[in-house]
């Protein structure tokens, strides 16, 4: 049977009673952040991480990047900090190495799923938060089933928890499609990685 994932997203949230855990959340670009932070920030004290070595050029990673300060101004947002990882690209080319020519949702995307999410789980476990998640679910383009899987797997491994989700659900892309309008969000037209734009 097929798991939801928002409504695991909810009952866990139903159970903080008013208590904010600490989420680090990966950010993969402001516009799919936008409607994910109307999801989480009431419930948890978030911090952003920006760390995504799949996308190239290194001109576009540092456009994405600074859209979400923006974002934090726009939403008032002024309790969300933002970590900002190195870039990075190697990272991503070693992890799809040999899947250059795979399909779109093929074996490099989980690839670099992995790769960013269990950069994600490691920074959250030095740093202590409660939880780490991603904004990827987001997006109708990216399998929330293979990204909560690779989540788990990882919270397992840094022994931190992982936040479940599909914030595509309850309309949430179609939110950060008119959110992005309002605030005048550069949004990009491929999803970061090389391979993607042949």
């Not at 001109?59 to 101004?73: D, H, Q, V």
Request: aromatic content about 14%; glycine content about 8%; overall charge negative.
């Amino acid at each position: 049977m097929k798991v939801d994932f928002n409504k695991r997203f909810e009952e866990l949230t139903a159970t903080f009673g008013g208590t904010r855990p600490r989420l680090l959340l990966h950010s993969c670009c402001a516009p799919c952040t936008s409607a994910v932070l109307e999801r989480v920030h009431p419930f948890f004290d978030v911090t952003l991480y920006y760390f995504n070595p799949n996308t190239h050029p290194e001109e576009e990673y540092e456009k994405r990047g600074a859209e979400l300060p923006k974002l934090l101004r726009a939403g008032g947002y002024e309790d969300v900090e933002i970590i900002w990882g190195e870039y990075a690209p190697e990272v991503f080319f070693d992890a799809a190495k040999g899947l250059e020519s795979e399909p779109e949702g093929g074996a490099r995307c989980e690839r670099c799923f992995d790769t960013r999410l269990a950069g994600t789980a490691k920074k959250a476990q030095e740093l202590d938060f409660d939880y780490f998640g991603t904004t990827l679910t987001v997006s109708p383009h990216k399998n929330a089933e293979l990204i909560n899987e690779i989540g788990q797997r990882l919270a397992v491994e840094h022994g931190i928890r992982w936040l479940w989700s599909d914030f595509k659900k309850r309309d949430g892309y179609l939110r950060s499609i008119r959110l992005s309008r309002e605030y005048g969000l550069y949004r990009q037209c491929y999803c970061g990685c090389v391979f993607s734009t042949n």
